[in-house]
C-alpha cells in the first residue's frame, strides 16, 4: 500500500500478436520478453496485487514460471487487435475485487513490451499520483524533432502535403514545441477515474518523463534493438 492506498498491477500480456508471434513471451537477451517485467514488479513492494491478464494458456503457464499470479483467462472479445486498454483493465479490476473481497484504490499498468523499466519509474508514477492528487499518471518520452507533428507529410495518390497546414511555415527547429510519446513504462490510474472516466488519461493526469532511450517493442527491429543496448 502507499499511504492506505491498495494498489492492483496488471501486466496485460494477450496472444495475439501479429509483429512477432506470441511476442510476450520471445525471447529477448535469451529470456521471456515478460521477464523482464516480472523482475522489476515482483521487487516493488508498494503494490499489494500484481496478475497478468492473458487470454493465451502458454503466457499463463511462462508468467506462473516467473513468479506472476494469473488468476483468469481473459476472454475473447476484449483480447483482439482493436481491444482497449481500459477495457482489459477494468476487466481484471472487477474479476480481482470479486476474487479477493476487497476494493483497489489504484490500477498500475506494466506493459511487456516496455521491458526497460526500473523499479523507480514505477514507484515515481505511483507517488506521483497519490502525492499530487491526480487521477492518472504515464511515463513520457521526447520526441524527436525529426519527428514532430508539423514535420509529418501525408501521402494522397501521388500528391504529397504537410500533415498539418502550419508545418508550411517551418523553417529552422527553434520553431517547434517539443512534444511527448507514451513509452508504456508505466500507466497509473485511480479507480474513480478507471471506473467511472473510462480513460487512463483522465482530466487531471501528470507524467514522469523517462529522459533515458527505452525501446517500446511492436516489431522484429524493437527487438534487434533493444537486444543491442545496455540496460
Request: aromatic content about 4%.
Amino acid at each position: 500500500m502507499l499511504k492506505n492506498k491498495r494498489i492492483l498491477a496488471v501486466v496485460p500480456a494477450r496472444g495475439g500478436s501479429k509483429g512477432i508471434k506470441l511476442k510476450n513471451i520471445a525471447l529477448l537477451k535469451g529470456r521471456p520478453l515478460i521477464a523482464w517485467t516480472a523482475d522489476i514488479a515482483l521487487k516493488v513492494d508498494i503494490i499489494d496485487r500484481l496478475i497478468v491478464s492473458t487470454d493465451s494458456s502458454a503466457i499463463k503457464k511462462t508468467a506462473q514460471k516467473l513468479g506472476l499470479a494469473c488468476p483468469f483467462l481473459r476472454p475473447k472479445d476484449i483480447s483482439g487487435d482493436f481491444a482497449s486498454d481500459v477495457a482489459v483493465l477494468t476487466h481484471a479490476l472487477q474479476n480481482l475485487e470479486s476474487l479477493d473481497s476487497i476494493q483497489y484504490d489504484i490500477v498500475l499498468m506494466l506493459q511487456p513490451t516496455s521491458p526497460m523499466r526500473t523499479v523507480d519509474h514505477i514507484n515515481e508514477v505511483l507517488k506521483q499520483l497519490v502525492d499530487g492528487g491526480f487521477d492518472s499518471v504515464l511515463t513520457l518520452s521526447e520526441t524527436d524533432l525529426k519527428f514532430h507533428p508539423l514535420k509529418q507529410l501525408e501521402i494522397n495518390d501521388e500528391n504529397v502535403h504537410h500533415h498539418d497546414r502550419r508545418g508550411s511555415k517551418i523553417i529552422a527547429r527553434q520553431q517547434l514545441v517539443p512534444t511527448y510519446h507514451r513509452n508504456g513504462i508505466a500507466y497509473a490510474v485511480t479507480r474513480q477515474c478507471l471506473v467511472n472516466e473510462k480513460t487512463l488519461i483522465g482530466r487531471n493526469c501528470s507524467f514522469v518523463l523517462i529522459p533515458e532511450r527505452v525501446v517500446n517493442i511492436d516489431t522484429p527491429a524493437d527487438m534487434k534493438e533493444a537486444e543491442l543496448l545496455e540496460w
